[in-house]
């Protein structure tokens, strides 16, 4: 049977440490990217999102930077918490109103 | 609560049988959109309404597969003669018009076919 996580990458951090979490999106048309947050169980919360037209955006202890040179997605999360540990993932928008979504990157929080 | 809501959150079938699930969106939200996911993946679009129109289908939605919004407010997706490949989490999501990119996901409804 499947294991959830098997195939996706993670990240463990110390609490308290930032955290950085990489996403390479595919499509340069891509206008809007968005992040979402995924606990065991649960439909993925809306993080941050940012407009192709800007490089960067922050949140409350989040902020997104976008590459659109090399189609780089990234999500900073500063003092990271347990409550944090959950699955990331990133998603674009390219064409019509669906979002396309990466494949995850598990981050673990050490307390 | 005024997010969005599912149901059921989990449901049990054997194969061949057929499925129904209920999503209803945030109230002021006109777009509804349903997504699969399976384990250690990222949600894959599968439709998606504006008011009650059906406007975009993925072909990963066969024909065992319909979804409706009767009334532009809640939305059925229905699953007829499961498959056991139809074992997923299947996700609800609604946003604003035009110019609102953002969706808000539902807590979604948990497939089993056996």
């Known amino acids: 049977g499947e294991s959830v996580g098997l195939h996706l990458p993670t990240l463990s951090v110390q609490e308290g440490d930032n955290s950085i979490i990489n996403c390479a999106y595919s499509?340069?048309?891509?206008?809007?990217f968005i992040w979402y947050k995924q606990e065991s169980g649960k439909g993925p919360q809306f993080i941050i999102d940012?407009?192709?037209?800007?490089d960067k955006r922050q949140g409350q202890r989040v902020t997104v930077l976008l590459n659109k040179t090399v189609k780089h997605l990234s999500l900073q999360i500063a003092a990271t918490q347990p409550g944090d540990s959950a699955v990331y993932f990133c998603a674009e928008r390219f064409y019509g109103n669906k979002l396309v979504f990466g494949a995850g990157t598990i981050l673990r929080v050490k307390s | 609560d005024t997010g969005v809501s599912q149901d059921p959150r989990h449901k049990i079938t054997k194969r061949g049988q057929n499925v129904t699930f209920r999503c209803d969106p945030i109230?002021?939200?006109?777009?509804l959109y349903w997504y699969r996911q399976t384990l250690g993946q990222g949600p894959e679009f599968l439709t998606y309404?504006?008011?009650?129109?059906?406007?975009?289908k993925s072909r990963l939605l066969s024909d065992r597969f319909s979804a409706e919004r009767p009334k532009g407010s809640f939305s059925t997706l229905e699953i007829q003669r499961t498959e056991q490949g139809d074992s997923a989490m299947y996700l609800c999501?609604?946003?604003?018009?035009?110019?609102?990119?953002?969706?808000?996901f539902g807590p979604g409804t948990r497939l089993t076919v056996t």
């Open positions: 499509n340069s048309a891509s206008d809007y």
């Open positions: 940012i407009r192709s037209n800007m």
């Open positions: 999501a609604s946003s604003q018009a035009q110019g609102a990119y953002e969706q808000y």
């Open positions: 309404f504006q008011n009650e129109a059906q406007l975009e």
């Open positions: 109230s002021e939200h006109n777009r």
